[in-house]
Structure formats: structure tokens, C-alpha cells
T-cell receptor
Framework: SQKIEQNSEALNIQEGKTATLTCNYTNYSPAYLQWYRQDPGRGPVFLLLIRENEKEKRKERLKVTFDTTLKQSLFHITASQPADSATYLCAPEGNAGNMLTFGGGTRLMVKP | DAGVIQSPRHEVTEMGQEVTLRCKPISGHNSLFWYRQTMMRGLELLIYFNNNVPIDDSGMPEDRFSAKMPNASFSTLKIQPSEPRDSAVYFC????????????FGPGTRLTVT
């Protein structure tokens, strides 16, 4: 069955540093992958989408990579700020249609 | 646009009672998704609809759960009878149909079954 793994331990970094979050998947080959941000008490918010034929995607301070050989996506936040503190969820394509399968999320804490 | 609207925001009920969660998707979105989020299991897809038709309900845990979408602007998720293990945050999300457009999530309903 499909399995998506994100580091369940919180990632603590200093303001201004680059945060790198990892998403690994097994037992299938998604055609695309999305990343979402979730703040406490709120629903997830879409950040970026990357397709299997795209190695890298950027949006302002965010960068996502998609390595279909390694079955891994990396999510980077450069020049991190305390306001970036949240849980980040990766969501590869699900079984069919426009379904998504969400990973467990990684909590990022950026300290001033 | 007001975004995805869910009601109620919080629900506390006793075991055995019927619970109905409601969702209004963003106007113009043809796909609607119901998710459940818990610390142990994360964010799980329960069911999703395209053009008001249920496409995949394989995530619905038991026959106690049912979902309907009578029209493009309203959906319900019903649990009957409710059990303590149903306690979770239930999210509704909507998106445009077709290519994997991003999903817009509502604020969620926090359900507590005692």
C-alpha cells in the first residue's frame, strides 16, 4: 500500500537559516506532489505543486524538489522567519482523480 | 469569496447520538473532499465528490459514516451512532475539477464524543 513518511519530530532552526523538510513515499509513483502549511486550529493551506517531470519549483522563499528515482521531495524555506513556524504537510497524488494522500506532517519551529 | 464554510465549529455529543457536519464549498468548485485529522492517524481522506457524485468512499471507516452532496453548494457528513473513537477534527475541502488543482480547506469541525 502507499506509504508517505515525513519526519514526525519537530525541526527547530534559527531565524535566517534555511529549513529543509523531507517527504518520502513508497510503493507507488505519483504524477505530482503538493505541499501545504497548517497552523494550529486551522485547515491546511496550499503552498506549492510540483509535477513528476519538474525537478524543482520555486515561489518566493520556498523551493520544492521532486526526485522520482529516490521517491523523495524536499521542501526548503530560505531566510526563515518566526512566522514560518507551522506544520508542513506533503501530499502526493492519491489513487485516482484529483485525490491527495497526506503525510503526517513536520512541525517547524523558527526561533528568533 | 468567503472560502469553504463548515458548521458547527465545535460539537460535543454523547456516545450513541447522531452527529451531522455541514460544508459549503467555494462557489465554482466541482470537487469536494471530507477529511478526518487525529494525532495518531494524521489527515485521512474519508470521501470525495465530483459534480455532487461520490467518487471514492473507501476511506469511510464504517457504515456508521455517511456523506451526501444534494447540490453543488452543500454537503453533509453524518455519523450514527457516534462513538468516542470518532473524536477528531473533520475538515471539508473543495477544488476545481480536473488537473490537480489545489484544495481549499475549511476551518474544520472539532468533534468530541464522550
Amino acid at each position: 500500500s502507499q506509504k508517505i513518511e515525513q519526519n514526525s519530530e519537530a525541526l527547530n532552526i534559527q531565524e535566517g537559516k534555511t529549513a529543509t523538510l523531507t517527504c518520502n513515499y513508497t510503493n507507488y509513483s505519483p504524477a505530482y506532489l503538493q505541499w501545504y502549511r497548517q497552523d494550529p486550529g486551522r485547515g491546511p493551506v496550499f503552498l506549492l505543486l510540483i509535477r513528476e517531470n519538474e525537478k524543482e519549483k520555486r515561489k518566493e522563499r520556498l523551493k520544492v524538489t521532486f526526485d522520482t528515482t529516490l521517491k523523495q521531495s524536499l521542501f526548503h524555506i530560505t531566510a526563515s522567519q518566526p512566522a514560518d513556524s507551522a506544520t508542513y504537510l506533503c501530499a502526493p497524488e492519491g489513487n485516482a482523480g484529483n485525490m491527495l494522500t497526506f503525510g503526517g506532517g513536520t512541525r517547524l519551529m523558527v526561533k528568533p | 469569496d468567503a472560502g469553504v464554510i463548515q458548521s458547527p465549529r465545535h460539537e460535543v455529543t454523547e456516545m450513541g447520538q447522531e452527529v451531522t457536519l455541514r460544508c459549503k464549498p467555494i462557489s465554482g468548485h466541482n470537487s469536494l473532499f471530507w477529511y478526518r485529522q487525529t494525532m495518531m492517524r494524521g489527515l485521512e481522506l474519508l470521501i470525495y465528490f465530483n459534480n455532487n457524485v461520490p467518487i471514492d468512499d473507501s476511506g469511510m471507516p464504517e457504515d456508521r459514516f455517511s456523506a451526501k452532496m444534494p447540490n453543488a453548494s452543500f454537503s453533509t457528513l453524518k455519523i450514527q451512532p457516534s462513538e468516542p473513537r470518532d473524536s477528531a477534527v473533520y475538515f471539508c475541502a473543495s477544488s476545481r475539477q480536473g488537473f490537480p488543482y489545489e484544495q481549499y480547506f475549511g476551518p474544520g469541525t472539532r468533534l468530541t464524543v464522550t
